[in-house]
């Protein structure tokens, strides 16, 4: 590997990144045939094919995804060695990229003016997503950090802290289901107006798996990819399904109630604070990592 040229693995990482040569091509502003040029060098030093043409772009092979992992490893590596050296200056630079499922952001606001107060010259970026796309950026080192709910398992995820957050029936208080007795069942929830979040969120692949089980199909009202949205639906009548942690400020208010579903598939989702397994945080990654544990009540007992 170390007879590798940086620049062929570079050409080979942003061609898959980005799903073709040509656009890989026009991102480092060199002719496509360099791409293909390089890329096939590569391929001849590792006498493996790394990369896969096929009508909607490229794809790695198994023997790619592995010269993917070392690349990535790499730019890891270097990150904490450049950040090592800027905590010796007292962290007076460097970036940390967080990646969130829209239901933590209420719960962020005291580490990130914590952290951002600290640190003011460390640059801090935030991206809100679906939790399909915060495992992706996890994975693929696009983010150091996720925040995310009821992810599916993955092998190439480390977890640093899973806390049980129950799925709940969210009404005002004056609605109708917020009269009843015991756990709310699924099976005719959407004779109410029910709005639910779009299949990326972790809720409806949850909410997926109890449809299965019960051998019914809700039809939502509105499907929306806002938590905002959702929680103001539900204030004015509606019904919605998220965990408690979500509407914390609005319980707190008593603009909504939180009601238990029945069904232990609504117990057991969980909020998990998330990296990529093997990556070596860099030290501001690591000091945010630390406040996120102590300030979110998604993750306390």
Same mark, same amino acid.
């Given at each position: 590997?170390?007879?590798?040229?940086?620049?062929?693995?570079?050409?080979?990482?942003?061609?898959?990144?980005? !799903?073709?040569? +040509? *656009?890989? *091509?026009?991102?480092?502003?060199? *002719?496509?045939?360099?791409?293909? +040029?390089?890329?096939?060098?590569?391929?001849?030093?590792?006498? *493996?094919?790394?990369?896969?043409?096929?009508?909607?772009?490229?794809?790695?092979?198994?023997? #790619?995804?592995?010269?993917?992992?070392?690349?990535?490893?790499?730019?890891?590596?270097?990150?904490?060695?450049?950040?090592?050296?800027?905590?010796?200056?007292?962290?007076?630079? #460097?970036?940390?990229?967080?990646?969130? !499922?829209?239901?933590?952001?209420? #719960?962020?606001?005291?580490?990130?003016?914590?952290?951002?107060?600290?640190?003011?010259?460390?640059?801090?970026?935030?991206?809100?997503?679906?939790?399909?796309?915060?495992?992706?950026?996890?994975?693929?080192?696009?983010?150091?950090?996720?925040?995310?709910?009821?992810?599916?398992?993955?092998?190439?995820?480390?977890?640093?802290?899973? $806390?049980?957050?129950?799925? +709940?029936?969210?009404?005002?208080?004056?609605?109708?289901?917020? !009269?009843?007795? !015991?756990?709310?069942?699924? $099976?005719?929830?959407?004779?109410?107006?029910?709005? /639910?979040?779009?299949?990326?969120?972790?809720?409806?692949?949850?909410?997926?798996?109890?449809?299965?089980?019960?051998?019914?199909?809700?039809?939502?009202?509105?499907?929306?990819?806002?938590?905002?949205?959702?929680?103001?639906?539900?204030?004015?009548?509606?019904?919605?399904?998220?965990?408690?942690?979500?509407?914390?400020?609005? /319980?707190? &208010?008593?603009?909504?109630?939180?009601?238990?579903?029945?069904?232990?598939?609504?117990?057991?989702?969980?909020?998990?604070?998330?990296?990529?397994?093997?990556?070596?945080?860099?030290?501001?990654?690591?000091?945010?990592?630390?406040?996120?544990?102590?300030?979110?009540?998604?993750? &306390?007992?």
């Amino acid at each position: 590997m170390s007879l590798i040229q940086d620049r062929r693995i570079l050409y080979f990482f942003e061609a898959v990144r980005l !799903g073709s040569v +040509r *656009a890989a *091509a026009d991102a480092l502003d060199v *002719a496509p045939s360099a791409v293909s +040029r390089h890329i096939a060098q590569l391929e001849q030093e590792l006498s *493996a094919p790394l990369m896969e043409r096929h009508r909607r772009g490229v794809k790695p092979t198994e023997a #790619g995804e592995r010269v993917l992992d070392y690349y990535r490893q790499r730019l890891a590596q270097q990150e904490v060695l450049l950040d090592s050296l800027q905590a010796l200056r007292g962290l007076q630079s #460097g970036s940390v990229v967080l990646s969130v !499922g829209e239901g933590f952001i209420d #719960g962020l606001s005291a580490s990130l003016t914590r952290f951002s107060t600290l640190y003011p010259k460390i640059d801090l970026q935030v991206n809100v997503c679906g939790g399909n796309e915060v495992i992706r950026q996890v994975v693929e080192d696009e983010s150091h950090i996720g925040l995310v709910f009821n992810p599916a398992a993955d092998p190439k995820i480390r977890t640093h802290v899973r $806390r049980r957050q129950p799925l +709940r029936v969210v009404v005002a208080q004056d609605h109708p289901l917020a !009269g009843e007795k !015991g756990p709310i069942t699924l $099976r005719g929830l959407d004779r109410h107006r029910l709005a /639910l979040p779009g299949v990326s969120f972790g809720i409806r692949q949850i909410l997926s798996l109890a449809e299965h089980q019960l051998g019914i199909s809700l039809v939502p009202t509105l499907t929306c990819n806002n938590i905002a949205m959702l929680k103001r639906f539900a204030m004015q009548g509606g019904v919605t399904l998220l965990p408690s942690f979500v509407v914390e400020d609005e /319980l707190r &208010k008593a603009e909504l109630v939180a009601l238990p579903l029945h069904g232990e598939v609504f117990s057991n989702p969980e909020a998990q604070l998330i990296t990529r397994l093997g990556r070596q945080l860099s030290v501001g990654a690591n000091r945010l990592l630390s406040m996120l544990l102590q300030d979110m009540s998604a993750f &306390k007992e």
